[in-house]
């Protein structure tokens, strides 16, 4: 069974294939997301974030960041 | 500035004051795309409560998943610039800040619509963190061995934020711009869709620049990263569902019919984890392969990477911004 995804009109098929069925996930289903703020969780259901997770994210040393690099605005009003 | 502190005001507030009249032209015209939404024309009386409060989570806390990446963008720009790599990857890489940048006020604005009655605390605002070790410094006295660890560690970012992450955010957003019954979520969705499709594949281009340009050990270790990242991602993108209750099945996201319960540009837990695997399988993995990644063995070796047990959680650590 082979996955796919494609938008057929109004809907969009999402097609979960069995490739994926090997090894284990990396933690229980039970267990907490850790990027999700405490006050509102236990009633609202919160978002995926398909990016990076911030849970492996080593204690930062706000001194020793690089500083930012900015894009630089184009001033062209 | 002056005026209430920022915690006072509810950070995502902050975030969003006015500064200066050349400051916002600037903004406007480097960040803003037409059409832009109309954030004040949201009617509030439309809608319950509950709803627009579930909503406005959702999208707040996607504008710090965006704020975030501008954050790892503008550290991967200032490495690869050390690295002296090529402007053309410098300069494709700058778009995605001005992006992200757009993403992140779409997504705020957004939220501050739909739930205008949030609290200091509901629109609280997280410092945001890499996900990953910063950058090796550069040794001036071995400068070709800095910028190979320099060129590892932007490769490491860029699958992991823009092959991975990015490419799974696509079809995300296209269901989200399917099942939104309001026209303000499904603009905002349908302007960061746009965006999203270029990172993807940028994030695959420039790993094709990269990546043949390491060693043994920075291959390695980016094989190593592809099963952590891919650990993670499955950890906070399907929550409780498995690939296990998934697999086989075909879920079908369908736009509303008319009369159907509003939407506010939300899915569930089940959704997000049916795109993210179809997505893992017909999309991701065969990208990677042309790379030298193996993917399927990242995936199945995903279990050594489980979620850090600290005392304190990234989240608890994290500050706002003041």
Known sequence: MSARIERRGRTLGVMVGSALLVGAAACGPDELRVNVPAEPVETINVPPDPRPVEEEAPAPDEDERPPRVNPGPTDDE | ???????????????????????????????????????????????????????????????????????????????????????????????????EVRHVELCARAAKAFYPEGDAAFFRWRT??????????????????????????????????????????????????????????????????????????????????????????????????????LAGFERTTCGKVRVEDLAGRELEITAPEPGAPPNLGTLTEEEFAAIFYATLEARIFPALEPLGLDPMRAWAERGRFPAARREASAEARATTAD
């Open chain 2, 1 to 99: 500035m002056s005026g209430p502190s920022n915690e006072a005001r509810g950070d995502a507030e902050a975030l969003l004051t006015p500064t200066t009249t050349k400051l916002g032209s600037m903004h406007r015209n480097q960040v803003h795309r037409a059409p832009w939404p109309d954030f004040d024309a949201f009617d509030v009386a439309r809608y319950d409560v509950e709803l627009r409060r579930h909503a406005a989570w959702h999208w707040i806390s996607r504008a710090q998943a965006e704020h975030g990446s501008v954050h790892q963008f503008s550290a991967v720009t200032h490495a690869l610039t050390e690295a002296r790599a090529p402007v053309e990857l410098l300069g494709a890489l700058a778009r995605l800040l001005t992006d």
């Open chain 2, 128 to 229: 945001p963190r890499a996900p990953w070790p910063d950058a090796p410094s550069v040794d001036a006295d071995r400068r070709e061995e800095s910028e190979l660890r320099l060129r590892g560690w932007a490769a490491r970012a860029i699958l992991t934020a823009c092959a991975l992450g990015e490419t799974l955010s696509e079809p995300m957003l296209e269901a989200i711009v399917l099942v939104a019954t309001d026209p303000l979520p499904r603009a905002c969705a349908e302007q960061i869709l746009k965006d999203e499709r270029f990172h993807g594949r940028f994030g695959f281009e420039a790993l094709a620049v990269l990546v043949p340009t390491l060693d043994d050990a920075e291959r390695d270790a980016l094989q190593t990263q592809l099963s952590r990242a």
